[in-house]
């Protein structure tokens, strides 16, 4: 019998040889879905020999068998007449930031009350007069969280302008086609007094007027 001592026929003899038969498991899943799993507690559908796929796993690892644990998803807060959606510690996302903060998930602050005592608690009534308006009185000058100049606040799930939610509060709704303008020309004013109703194009025309004086 030759030896072959050729390194690139050894080589040629080795890309020929024919791949290994690949690894066969001893056993495979048993797939038998229909019915609830086997463990009495849980209401899944069984699908691997009798279990759900979640208490299965459990059998595989060697564990003893324990509920399941409820997602997210189909779990609401704990709070009677809540149905929001789970977010942790048993509430939902609102309730738990209220837990978190006060330690009770039902605190209600000043805040969420009316929304005109929620404006009173953010304007100072003694802001000034505005110069050369001295005639108007004094501003009203928002406390709360200013957005590009002017002041904001949750309302109805948004955050209007405020001096158009006192505008709203002390004179009735805005019309569509109209505008508030502030005649103190103090955008942090939400002084009803201190405000006026212009269409689009009369306010853009009274402020390019101010700018060229």
């Known amino acids: 019998m030759s ?18 038969p690949k690894h066969k498991p001893k056993w495979r899943h048993t797939h038998t879905r229909g019915g609830p799993c086997s463990f ?30 409820i997602r997210k998803a189909n779990r609401s807060c ?3 007449g809540c149905n ?5 510690l048993g509430y939902c996302r609102i309730h738990r930031r209220r ?19 929620r404006m009173e608690r953010k304007i100072n009534k003694n802001g000034g007069l505005p110069v050369g308006r001295e005639e108007l009185g004094q501003c009203w000058l928002w406390l709360g969280a200013p957005h590009k100049g002017y002041g904001v606040i949750k309302y109805n799930k948004r955050d209007p302008a405020a001096h158009r939610v ?16 502030h005649i103190c020309e103090v955008t942090l004013c939400v002084n ?18 101010q700018r060229a004086d």
């Not at 837990?99 to 005592?117: L, M, T």
Request: charged residues 30%; neutral net charge.
């Open 3 to 20: 030896v072959i001592t050729d390194p690139m026929k050894i080589k040629q003899l080795r890309w020929n040889r024919p791949p290994k």
């Open 40 to 69: 009495q507690p849980c209401d899944h559908e069984a699908v691997v020999r009798g279990y759900c796929w979640g208490h299965y796993a459990q059998v595989r690892a060697g564990r003893p068998l324990k509920p399941l644990r």
């Open 78 to 80: 704990e709070i009677p």
């Open 84 to 88: 929001e959606p789970y977010e942790g």
């Open 99 to 117: 837990f978190k903060e006060h330690g009770d998930p039902n605190y209600v602050d000043v805040y969420h009350g009316p929304i005109r005592g």
């Open 166 to 181: 006192m505008w709203e509060l002390e004179r009735g709704p805005i019309p569509d086609d109209k505008e508030l303008h």
């Open 192 to 209: 009803p007094a201190h405000l006026e109703l212009l269409t689009r194009g009369e306010h853009i025309a009274l402020h390019k007027a």
